[in-house]
T-cell receptor, first 115, second 111 residues
Framework: AQTVTQSQPEMSVQEAETVTLSCTYD???????LFWYKQPPSRQMILVIR??????QNATENRFSVNFQKAAKSFSLKISDSQLGDTAMYFC????????????FGAGTRLTVKP | EAGVAQSPRYKIIEKRQSVAFWCNPI?????LYWYQQILGQGPKLLIQ????????DSQLPKDRFSAERLKGVDSTLKIQPAKLEDSAVYLC?????????FGPGTRLTVT
């Protein structure tokens, strides 16, 4: 089964600090895509960052970066200099294959940034 | 560029009633998805269209759910009859490649 596991239902961090959200996945595919989506309380899902499995270099988007460990099937999200606007649900997602758009989501991590 | 539009944003119905949701994807996006997101869970794919054809509807409860995308643009998702466990947010997304763009969702409450 191709599944995504987020083991932290809730996390909190102080404003300006760094937090890491965990994600592991299970697949037998060698080529696939990984994503982190943010869903603020307004519920519109927004893409935060993406990683192609064939790329060894970890993706970075401003304050957001990932630690992609392909052998361990791990894809964690690091948020640096946390801001109040980062408060949201964060979903790790996975597309198992380059010609397959069947996106699988984890259960999410609720992140609260405290002032 | 306009995003994915969905309506209504909220809907409350009684069990055994019918309901329909509408989605207008981003212009030019051939692929359209409907997801069900139950409170506290991640979205679950219900159905995927490529233009006006169904690519994957393996998780769609076909005894009560139906969806169509007749002209390969807008799509409707219908539930008939609704059950209490259908209470959820129904998300529509569209894509040109691997990146999916989501609409604001329709929050359905079945009482």
């Amino acid at each position: 089964a191709q599944t995504v596991t987020q083991s932290q239902p809730e996390m909190s961090v102080q404003e300006a600090e760094t937090v890491t959200l965990s994600c592991t996945y299970d697949t037998s595919e060698n080529n696939y895509y990984l994503f982190w989506y943010k869903q603020p309380p307004s519920r519109q899902m927004i893409l935060v960052i993406r990683q192609e499995a064939y790329k060894q270099q970890n993706a970075t988007e401003n304050r957001f970066s990932v630690n992609f460990q392909k052998a361990a099937k791990s894809f964690s999200l690091k948020i640096s200099d946390s801001q109040l606007g980062d408060t949201a649900m964060y979903f790790c997602a996975f597309i198992p294959g380059y010609n397959n758009n069947d996106m699988r989501f984890g259960a999410g991590t609720r992140l609260t940034v405290k002032p | 560029e306009a995003g994915v539009a969905q309506s209504p944003r909220y809907k409350i119905i009684e069990k055994r009633q019918s309901v329909a949701f509408w989605c207008n994807p981003i212009s030019g996006h051939a692929t359209l998805y409907w997801y069900q997101q139950i409170l506290g869970q991640g979205p679950k794919l219900l159905i995927q269209f490529q233009n006006n054809g169904v690519v994957d509807d393996s998780q769609l409860p076909k005894d009560r759910f139906s969806a169509e995308r007749l002209k390969g643009v807008d799509s409707t998702l219908k539930i008939q009859p609704a059950k209490l466990e259908d209470s959820a947010v129904y998300l529509c997304a569209s894509s040109q490649s691997d990146e999916q763009y989501f609409g604001p969702g329709t929050r359905l409450t079945v009482t």
